[in-house]
């Protein structure tokens, strides 16, 4: 372990001075992949009139394009009646969602959110620090819950939703999640439709960010919540979100909400007063540019061809450096945009503090838990997408230099 700690330590030495200036904290598409969608800039044309005969030019429309939800229905499992397209962001339609939900009342609740004198949501850990920054946000408490590999811990959710109506709702991310890679079972979607929650305006913010974003032939089909729902006899307790931020372009995109009709109705009611009418121009232009369900599929093998290379190469570096010393643990993720990379308790704040001070970036330890408090302070995300792949195998090899390193002190200091 001597020489181990020996080898990292000049390597870390080296590693510093090689003055590096690396970023690997955001899930952002690369500017190769964005260029994929170079047509959307030249698009529309000279054209602003929707299949329906709408005038995308003009004010209205707020349930969005029916040509561009006809598109999305299929892929994100909702009937294109019960899908909203909306503006450029599904994060925004999760804040619109609490804040209708606080300020106003869901269906079936007895009260407003904001009446109540405690609110909580379930977050699954490791999740997404955007979901838990809008808790914080709206004074919304985070209740942690265990991921298991085919989903959160169904028996935790199951006692803490049945015990206790203020539990209002859980984040979900079902496929691919942020930032594990884990994709729901049936059985886990079924039991989330059907467990018994004293709340009843219980729900389930279904983020389905990484609905189409394949890295293998394996592609992946999560089962339809909505009916899971309604079978189990709650037809109102999913809330679907997506984008086409990482189909298209990530700052102008299209969001999307579905839902059962009654959700449906209460968010369009609210949403008629925050706006007269989403970006129909942007809506027109990507229904023309991905024209089918087909469309969205070639189009998604081809942001794979540039991503998969990228995971490949922090598998085969992980692997080569880190592979024997039984200090980490990574996954592979047969779609989304990250990998979660499992460092000794006690490790991950100092490797990604040792990785900063190389020149380093990675997203901070700990943000993938509520607080950012990760109790075992062991977990790193690690988001490949947006390096070209020099930079993206310089960063990998400096972390595991550095996961070497902090590993092989923290073993030595308590051996
Ligand atoms: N949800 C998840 C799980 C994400 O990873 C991201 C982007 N990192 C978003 C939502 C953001 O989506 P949008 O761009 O549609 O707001």
């Known amino acids: 372990m001597t020489a181990g700690l020996d080898a990292a330590r000049a390597e870390y030495a080296d590693l510093v001075d090689r003055g590096l200036s ?10 190769e992949q964005l260029d994929l969608s170079a047509p959307l800039l030249s698009l529309p044309g000279d054209r602003h009139t929707a299949a329906d005969g709408t005038d995308c030019r003009n004010y209205g429309g707020l349930h969005g394009l029916r040509e561009l939800r006809e598109i999305f229905a299929g892929p994100l499992r909702v009937p294109v009646d019960q899908l909203v397209a909306a503006g450029n962001s599904s994060l925004g339609l999760m804040h619109d969602c609490l804040v209708y939900a606080l300020l106003g009342g869901l269906p079936g609740a007895t009260s407003r959110w904001v009446d109540q004198e405690r609110i909580a949501f379930l977050c699954p ?16 408490d985070m209740v942690p819950v265990p991921m298991t590999d085919e989903g959160p811990d169904l028996d935790v959710v199951a006692r803490l939703v049945a015990d206790d109506p203020s539990v209002k709702g859980i984040w ?14 049936d059985r886990v979607v079924r039991g989330l439709g059907s467990v018994a929650a004293a709340a009843p305006d219980f729900r389930i913010f279904w983020d389905n960010a990484y609905a189409v974003h394949h890295l293998t ?7 339809d919540v909505l009916a899971a729902c309604a079978e189990g006899g709650h037809p109102d307790r999913p809330f679907v979100f997506g984008s086409t931020s990482k189909i298209t372009l990530a700052g102008a995109g299209v969001a999307f909400f579905g839902s059962s009709p009654a959700n ?11 706006t007269i009418g989403p970006d129909k121009v942007n809506q027109l232009r990507h229904a023309l540019f991905l024209r089918d369900e087909a469309g969205v599929r070639a189009h998604m093998e081809r942001h794979r061809a540039l991503l998969r290379p990228k995971f490949d190469l922090v598998r085969r570096v992980l692997a080569d450096r880190l592979g024997d010393t039984g200090l980490a643990e990574w996954t592979e993720p047969l779609g989304g945009y990250f990998v979660t990379l499992t460092v000794p308790d006690g490790c991950a704040r100092e490797v990604v503090r040792r990785a900063a001070a190389a020149g380093i970036v990675l997203t901070p330890a700990g943000a993938t838990h509520p607080r950012g408090d990760d109790p075992r ?10 390096p070209g792949l020099g930079e993206l195998e310089q960063a990998i090899t400096g972390l595991a230099t550095c996961v070497r390193l902090v590993g092989y002190e923290k073993a030595l200091a308590t051996a």
Not at 22 to 31: A, E, I, Q, V, W
Not at 173 to 185: A, D, E, T
């Open 172 to 185: 979900c991310v079902p496929k691919y999640s942020n930032p594990s890679g884990v994709s729901y079972s």
């Open 377 to 386: 302070d062991a977990v790193i995300r690690i988001a490949p997408t947006y």
């Open 264 to 274: 449906v109705a209460w968010l369009l009611g609210h949403a008629a007063k925050r």
């Open 125 to 140: 850990v490791p999740g997404y620090d955007r979901h838990f920054a809008l808790c914080e946000r709206f004074d919304i």
């Open 22 to 31: 690396l970023d690997l904290t955001r899930g952002k598409p690369s500017p």
């Open 217 to 223: 032939d394996e592609q992946v089909e999560v089962a």
